[in-house]
């Protein structure tokens, strides 16, 4: 099955800088790359995610590359604020279908004022 | 207010007890899932549906069971031979193939 590697597993970056999250994955016919945001005592939330066929893909001060060949996509969060601050989620769908998300571990990211 | 509605928000479990986990969804999703949530850890999928009647284990199936006899909903049991069941336990739905879930607020399980 499908396993996905997620570094660092913290990270602390100061107020306006950015942060990158990276994770890797083993299925090479995985096709789906969705990021999630879970904020404490809650579920996770969906802010982006990329499809195998599209190299970049950004939303305002989020971004996410994938890189098919090495196998491995990252999640840059640019002018980083305090309400940023939050467990990052990376996952990865296997080729096999609608059946569910391989999730990475986590990122633990803390914004210093 | 569409989404996918869990309760309790938090649950106490004792020995060799059975407790219930509700999750239900007004989305229209045909697909849900259960995840379990450790400290520190990604999230593991327990058991998913993709459509009603039907139900398939994840990668941690044991000690656990489920039913989807109607769309909306899919209950988790967690039973008395899950030996670690302290855990949060997070429900989610998607549609069709996109791939993209929606999750509920989860459920703290906890043993007394």
């Known amino acids: 099955g499908e396993n996905v590697e997620q570094h660092p597993s913290t990270l602390s970056v100061q107020e306006g800088d950015s942060a990158v999250i990276k994770c890797t994955y083993s299925d090479s016919a995985s096709n789906y790359f969705p990021w999630y945001k879970q904020e404490l005592g809650k579920g996770p939330q969906l802010i982006i995610d990329i499809r195998s066929n599209v190299g970049e893909k950004k939303d305002q001060r989020i971004a996410v590359t994938l890189n098919k060949t090495a196998k491995h996509f990252s999640l840059h969060i640019t002018e980083t604020q305090p309400e940023d601050s939050a467990v990052y989620f990376c996952?990865?769908?296997?080729?096999?279908?609608?059946?569910?998300?391989?999730f990475g571990k986590g990122t633990h990211l803390i914004i210093q004022p | 207010d569409g989404g996918i509605t869990q309760s309790p928000k938090y649950l106490f479990r004792k020995e060799g007890q059975n407790v219930t986990l509700s999750c239900e969804q007004n989305?229209?999703?045909?697909?849900m899932y259960w995840y379990r949530q450790d400290p520190g850890q990604g999230l593991r999928l327990i058991y998913y549906?993709?459509?009603?009647?039907?139900?398939q284990k994840g990668d941690i199936a044991e000690g656990y069971s489920v039913s989807r006899e109607k769309k909306e909903s899919f209950p988790l049991t967690v039973t008395s031979a899950q030996k670690n069941p302290t855990a949060f336990y997070l429900c989610a739905s998607s549609v069709g193939e996109s791939g993209k879930l929606f999750f509920g607020s989860g459920t703290q399980l906890s043993v007394l």
């Open positions: 549906s993709q459509i009603v009647n039907d139900f």
């Open positions: 989305l229209n999703h045909d697909a």
């Open positions: 996952a990865a769908r296997g080729g096999g279908g609608a059946d569910g998300l391989t």
